[in-house]
C-alpha cells in the first residue's frame, strides 16, 4: 500500500523510519511513496513536496498520515484526503477532539477509514482496544494519566526535590516539552485525549472549551510536593470522566494517591489510561504516551488495520448527555493566601498553614472557587485526594 | 452465528449469559445453540446435550467454545471439532500451552479458527495486543504477574499481617482458590501462561515440563512478609522471559518491589501482563485476570474477531530457540535454615538470621540450590531482588 505523509517533523520521521527498517510481512506491504512539507523545505529528494495536489490526485496513494499538528490546515487538508478517497491516519489529537463528528461521516461517505490510535497514549493500543470493549461492554469511567510531559515534572520533582521551573527546563531540553508549554502543563492535551476517549466511550461529542474543568500544575511548587509527601501522597495529574444515567462527569486535577496505588507507580514521560466496562472490570493501560517511534507505531498499526481491513468500531457521536460535575463529590487539599472560610462558608474546613483540607465538596464548586481565588493573583494550588482502594477504586 | 459451548461451569455460564443479555450491535448477531455437558448433567432444556457428535456433525454451528478445562478430552474434542470445520475458542491453558501448535496447525488446514485470548490474564486483551505488536516489532520480553490468586493470597497477607494458610482458605471460600491450589501456588498456571505468550512473541515452542525454573508461594510465611516490609520491600510472584540472540530465559519466583514500582500497585486478584518491542517500548496491561465475566468478556472478544473475520496473528512456532537462565544475573534473598555457605562457597553471602542475601548469581543456580535445599525437609524461599528502575526496568 502507497502512503503520504503530511509532515516531516519527529512522528512523521518516525513513520518513515518504522515502515522502511521493520522488516515484517505486515511492515513490507507498505511503502511510504511521498511526504508533504512546506515549500522551502522542498530540497530535491524525490519523496518530498510542497505540492499537496499532486498526492490528492495520484491514484497510487491509498492513505495519508497526518502529523502536522494543530488545527488549520490539519483540518482541511484531512477532509479534503477522504474526499479525494484516501484513508486517512492521524496523531493530531486537537484536531480530532474538535472535528471526529465531522471526520468519521465524511470518510463513511467517502468510503475510506478515518483513525486516530496515536492522537490518545502515544504507543498505547487505547483507542483500538477501547472500541473492542464496546462491542460488548457499557463503559461508564475513563481515566487516566494521559500526558507524559507533565507526568515527567511530577515525577522528577517528587524524585529529585527539584524545583518546577528546573524540572521544565529539562523537559524542554529533553524535547519532552516544548517551549510553549502550555498544552502539557495547562491540561489542556490532556483535555483533548479525554475529550477523544469520552466521545468514543459514550458515544457523544464533547467539545473541547473553558465549561470543561481543567487545573494544570503551572502552580505546583517544591513545598507543595514536599507536603504532599509528609501526608504520604503522590500527586499525578489525572483526567477522569464517568457516565451516569445520561450524565457524564469531565474533569482535569492533580490527585493524590498513596505510594502503594497502581498510579503513584506510573513514573517518568509514561502514561496510564483506562476503563470500567460492565463485565471486563477495570482495565488500564500503561506505556509510552509519547515519542518518536511509539507514537509512530500506533500510526502504523491504524495503517495496517486500513491495510487489513479490521475495520474499528462505527460510532455516530449521537448521544445527547449533559455534564454535570456537581454530583461528583471528594476531597480535596487547597494551598492558597487567601481565607477559604471566606469563599466555602458552608464547607467543612481544615486549615493548616497555607494548605486547605475541604471535606466532601462537588468538583465544580471547588475547581470554580480556586479559579476565582486565582483571579486575586495568588497562585493556589488544588488537588483530589483519592478516596477510593486500589485496583477496584472507580 | 451459531455458538456451542463445552461446559457449564463458571465461565461456560459466563458466555452464555454476555451472549443474551450484552445488547450491541455485536453481540446481537451471536447465539448460544447448544452446551455440551456430562450425561447427569442434561436435564431436559433444549440446549444441553451430552452428545458431542450431534453438535460436530450440526452444520449450523460454527463455532465451538471450549471451557472444559484439563488436557483430556479437551485435546481430542477440539480437534474434532476443527477437523469438523468449526471455529474454537478456549480458555483452557493447560491444553493450549501443551498443543498451540498441533491446534493452530489443524485450523489452518480446516480454513478455521483457533483462538485463545481468555487463556492468559483473563479479561486483559493480552494475546490481541502482543500479536498486534508483532505485526510491527520484534519483542525481547515478556513480563508479568500472571496468577490472580497467588497476587490475592500475597496481597493480603502484606496488607492484614494473616498468615498464608487462612489467607488460602479466605481465597478457596471467595472462589478464587481451588481445593488443590497447586496450580496458582506452585507457578503451574503461570508456567502455561508464560509458555503460550513466549511461544507468541518468539514464534517459537516452550513446552512446560520440570526443566522451566518455577519457585512459587507454598513455602512464604507471614515472617517472610514482614521481613521484606522492614527492608521496603513487596513480594509480588513474577514470570518472566527475555529473548537475546536465539537464546530466551524463562523464570517464575517471587520478586521484590519497592512501593513506588508499578508492580507494588498491582492488587487483589488483578494480573500485571507486560511485552516489551523495539519500536513501542515497555507496553503493560492491568486488569481482571480471572473471574467468570472478565474471562467470559475475552471469549466472546475472540468469537467477534471470528465472526468479523479479523484474523488474528499466523505464527508457526517454529524458531529453534535455546533455553538458558544461566546467563541472567540478579540478586537474591533467601530463607533457610541451611548454611548457605556449604552450598554457595564462590558466591558473595551476606546472612541476617534465616535470611541470606546472594550477589549476582544466575537464576538457574540459586533455583537449583533452593530446591536442593528442600529436599532436606527445610521449607526454604527464594525471591528475586528487582534491581531496575520501575517503568523502563527490563
Redesign the interface.
Known sequence: MNIAILGKGTVGSGVDQ?ISE?N?A??NQLKVVSIFVRPEKVDGSPKLTADYASILNNPDIDLIVEVLGGIEPAHTMIIDALKHGKSVVTANKAVVARHIQEFTKIAAENQVKFYFESSVGG???WI??LE??????KIDSIHGIFNGTSNFILDQMTKTGAKFDEVLKEAQDLGYAEADPSADIDGYDIENKLCISTDIAYDTIVEPGDHLLKFGIRNITHNDIQYFKEHGW?VKLLGRSFLKNNRYTFVIEPTLYS??????????N?NYV?LR????????????GA?M??T??AL??DI?DVY?K??HLDRKFNQKLELNNETKIMDYIVRTKADLNHYLPDYELKQDGEYWFVKQINTKLIHETVQQIALTGDKPFLACINGG????RS
Chains 1, 2 share one sequence.
Do not use: M, W
Not at 132 to 137: H, N, P, V, W
Not at 389 to 392: L, R, V
Open positions: 518504522i521493520q515484517t505486515f511492515t504507543g498505547i493500543p483500538i482496544n473492542r470493549a464496546l462491542r460488548i461492554d503522590i505510594p502503594g496505588q497502581i498510579e503513584a507507580g506510573v513514573h517518568n509514561y483506562g466496562g460492565d463485565t471486563i472490570g477495570k482495565l488500564s493501560f500503561n506505556g509510552q515519542g517511534l511509539p509512530a507505531h502504523v498499526q495496517l487489513l479490521n475495520d482502594a486500589e485496583n477496584d
